[in-house]
């Protein structure tokens, strides 16, 4: 008698068919097989399988970032989640799990891990002389006219959304160059608690450095192994702090804001309410300086100076 080699689907069928009374749970756990087999023998649904993603649900993904922005003391509903939600896969990579179900579980049984989290969906790209340009312009034009007309020291900067740093530490050198760093006052806040342990680290890599002039990162950084670690003279200059701008704005009057792509997060009349809140910050004759795809829309002192650069009028 000759023997025929059976599939194993069809033998698990067989299986679920045999076992009468309990036929629904065996038929349930031969179509889980069937799908774990599948998963075996091919070899891109197995990678599929095991990288993480965020639901494609939207009404899960939409719950789950507002409850993580509002669990880190955020406001949810001045976020913009159509742009968070494209940055779920960070998130989600950043916890190791392959689902906002999961990512929610984790973060309940350890929230030491939301900074983590939001760090994850709230991106801060940012390098030493982003748009070089812009502070070319800083250099030349702004630092010199706030030297002239601020009536005594010390000279107030403040990087809202300062991310790692860099940028307000660029402001920093730009001060050392001109010999009036330590004439100054710069403070520097994010919402992020982890993105402020990385700005008073002061550690960088080779990517954060690719605009610096080759001078200036001989004249103050040391090469740490793969990274780059700023001077103790800068890193005592800047104060740090872990802030919300949309909640409460930093007291006094300053020179110079830098507020770069923080508007690209937040809803319209977050927006709104946040160029308000900066102007009213700034002092009289006091700088602004924001990102590319950036407007202070709504303002009514501020004035377009060069790209990126305005100025609040003086009274």
Excluded at 15 to 20: S, V, Y
Excluded at 84 to 91: D, G, I, M, Q, V
Excluded at 293 to 300: D, L
């Amino acid at each position: 008698m000759q023997t025929v080699a059976r599939p194993l689907s069809d033998l698990l069928g067989g299986l679920a068919h045999f076992h009468g009374a309990g036929r629904f749970r065996h038929v349930v756990f031969a179509d889980a097989l069937r799908r774990a087999r599948a998963a075996d023998f091919n070899p891109i649904a197995a990678r599929h399988a095991a990288e993480p993603r965020a639901s494609t649900d939207c009404p899960d993904d939409d719950a789950f970032l507002m409850w993580l922005l509002e669990r880190c003391g955020l406001d949810g509903a001045s976020y913009r989640l159509e742009t968070l939600r494209r940055r779920l896969p960070s998130c989600l990579r950043a916890l190791r799990v392959r689902s906002v179900f999961e990512a929610r579980r984790l973060l309940h049984d350890k929230p030491e891990l939301l900074g983590t989290a939001l760090s994850g969906t709230i991106i801060g790209v940012t390098s030493f002389f982003r748009d070089v340009a812009v502070f070319a312009s800083v250099r030349d034009d702004i630092l010199p006219a706030l030297a002239a007309t601020t009536a005594r020291p010390p000279l107030r900067v403040w990087s809202a959304g300062c991310s790692d740093g860099a940028e307000l530490y660029s402001v920093a050198m730009l001060l050392a160059e001109r010999g009036s760093l330590d004439d100054s006052l710069l403070l520097g806040t994010d919402c992020r608690a982890d993105a402020i342990r990385q700005a008073r680290a002061a550690e960088f890599d080779a990517l954060a450095l690719r605009d610096l002039e080759p001078r200036l990162r001989v004249r103050y950084f040391r090469c740490a192994g793969a990274r780059w670690q700023l001077q103790d003279r800068l890193r005592r200059a800047v104060h740090w702090r872990v802030g919300n701008v949309l909640a409460v704005p930093e007291p006094g009057l300053w020179d110079l804001i830098l507020c770069r792509n923080v508007a690209i997060y937040l809803k319209e009349d977050a927006v709104t309410a946040l160029w308000a809140r900066i102007e009213t910050s700034l002092r009289p004759g006091g700088i602004l300086v924001l990102g590319k795809a950036e407007r202070p829309h709504g303002t009514s002192g501020l004035s377009l100076m060069k790209p990126c650069i305005y100025r609040r009028r003086a009274l």
